[in-house]
């Protein structure tokens, strides 16, 4: 049977939109369920174009309590029977509480080559630091930021004249080719790593 995947976003979702896409045919998993923490995420209105079940959870109520909104996200993914989930640019740090029961179960993709640049602002601190090349990594998500088993990364070369958008945009190209491969992968039961170019 399919793997029933959620799909956390926060924003565009071009990421999302990418996983949507490549789950069809004999693919092992479909998407299930579409969750932003932002009701004017792009990606919510074209997930509901879909027909795919989408919920938002704003986080502003919850200022100061992230297990009450973690909590809140539990009770909206519940009725879906949801086997994996994909951060997919969701902007909220998910707390131990929520990430242990899903742990093995949860990816995030991060823009850098990780363990470089957990965190914020990877492309300007990737520039400011003389790097050749940068990526991105799609890892399994564990209690610490950004850490956790890699699945699977995509290298770009760093160009003459970029800035943080040029480079940004270079990695997202290969965002959206890395993560659905390793996806496929993962749902499957296989955890080897996916390494690209
Ligand atoms: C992507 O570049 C993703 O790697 C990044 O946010 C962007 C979301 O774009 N994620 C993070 O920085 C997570 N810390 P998208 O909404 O178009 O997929």
Not at 64 to 77: K, N, V
Not at 79 to 97: E, K, Q, S, Y
Request: aromatic share 6%; hydrophobic share 45%; net charge neutral.
């Amino acid at each position: 049977m399919s793997k029933r995947v959620a799909i956390f976003i926060s924003g565009g979702g071009s990421n999302m939109r990418a996983l949507v896409a490549s789950m069809t045919g004999e693919h092992p998993a479909r998407p299930a369920l579409v969750i932003s923490n932002n009701a004017d995420a792009g990606g919510i209105a074209w997930a509901r174009a879909q027909g795919i079940a989408t919920e938002v959870v704003d986080h502003r109520p919850f200022k100061g309590d992230r297990t009450a909104f973690e909590s809140e996200i539990a009770a909206r993914l519940a009725p879906h029977a949801i086997d994996l989930i994909c951060l997919a640019g969701f902007m909220r740090v998910l707390t131990a509480g929520f990430v242990t029961p899903w742990q093995g179960r949860m990816l995030n993709i991060h823009p850098s080559l990780l363990p470089k640049y957990r965190g914020l602002d990877t492309h300007a601190r990737a520039l400011a630091a003389g790097e050749t090349e940068a990526g991105c990594t799609v890892h399994e998500v564990t209690p610490a930021l950004d850490d956790g088993p890699i699945l699977g990364q995509a290298r770009v070369p760093v160009l003459p004249g970029d800035t943080p958008q040029t480079l940004a945009a270079r990695v997202l190209e290969q965002e959206h080719i890395l993560y659905p491969a390793v996806l496929r992968r993962f749902a499957q039961g296989d955890h080897t790593q996916v390494m690209l170019p």
